[in-house]
């Protein structure tokens, strides 16, 4: 067996191989981006206190709870708002927020989504979250009153962290406490601390803008603090701006 029939050999294999992995990754594209768009949905509902059963059809309550998404600029100023009736069609749904960040960073113009529920007789925004746990990403959503002042319920995620400690933003012993937190003091945006050591010792007033961090998840915990406040202070000038028309 001569080298250059090895080479061609070789060659040949590489290029078919090449071929079945891309044939595949195509076929599997849509079940996967379905399978994604479907945990979205429930995260988005989720935070909002919309709970979805393994049997519901979630693209239908996702439309029927959803009644419009919006796209903002750098300023606030809303630049694209979408009520079809198959959601997940819209622009602002399928905005990649670490991307946007990225611009940011770059000092780049970026756009941010804004999901608008109604449930239970109330407007509810919801905004995502992404920032940087000890070992990698981390996200989520915040679900926030029509004024944009308290939490009515967040989902946290993330890639890496240690099972039973910074894993444990999942659960929701952690989440539950953002119920009800304020965003706002007197006006001016204050944030939701996460708390080393927790936030009993705190005054009764300055409790109502934190909530423990988790026992032996510090940096976690820190990443979900500068999340919150980070992501949070983009959305500011819209927030005012909506806050200005009431």
């Known amino acids: 067996m001569t080298n250059g029939y090895i080479f061609r050999y070789t060659i040949t294999l590489v290029i078919i ?3 079945i992995l891309s044939a595949t990754a195509t076929l599997l594209y849509p079940l996967q981006k379905k399978n994604e768009d479907n945990e979205k949905m429930v995260n988005i509902m989720k935070a909002a206190g919309i709970t979805v059963t393994n049997n519901e059809d979630v693209y239908s309550l996702f439309d029927k709870y959803c009644t419009k998404m919006l796209i903002i600029n750098n300023d606030g100023t809303i630049i694209d708002e979408c009520s079809d009736a198959v959601k997940t069609k819209c622009k602002a749904f399928n905005i990649n927020l670490k991307n946007e960040l990225s611009k940011m960073a770059d000092n780049k113009d970026y756009s941010l989504p804004v999901y ?3 449930y239970d007789n109330k407007i509810i925004n919801v905004i995502p979250l992404q920032g940087t746990g000890l070992w990698g990403p981390i996200w989520g959503y915040m679900a926030l009153s029509e004024d944009f002042d308290t939490v009515i ?3 946290f995620d993330h890639k890496s962290e240690t ?3 910074g894993a444990e933003i999942t659960t929701e012993k952690f989440s539950n406490q953002f119920k009800d937190k304020r965003l706002f003091k007197n006006g001016v945006f204050k944030s939701i601390a996460v708390v080393k050591g927790g936030i009993s010792a705190l005054d009764t007033e300055e409790q109502k803008y934190a909530v423990d961090a988790i026992s032996g998840g510090t940096i976690t915990s820190n990443g979900v603090n500068d999340m919150i406040r980070n992501t949070l202070e983009l959305y500011l000038p819209y927030i005012e ?4 028309k009431q």
Do not use: H
Request: charged letters at 10%; glycine letters at 12%.
């Open 153 to 155: 319920g967040t989902v």
């Open 241 to 244: 701006k909506q806050n200005d």
């Open 17 to 19: 191989v090449a071929i």
């Open 163 to 165: 099972p039973g400690l």
């Open 116 to 118: 608008v529920l109604q």
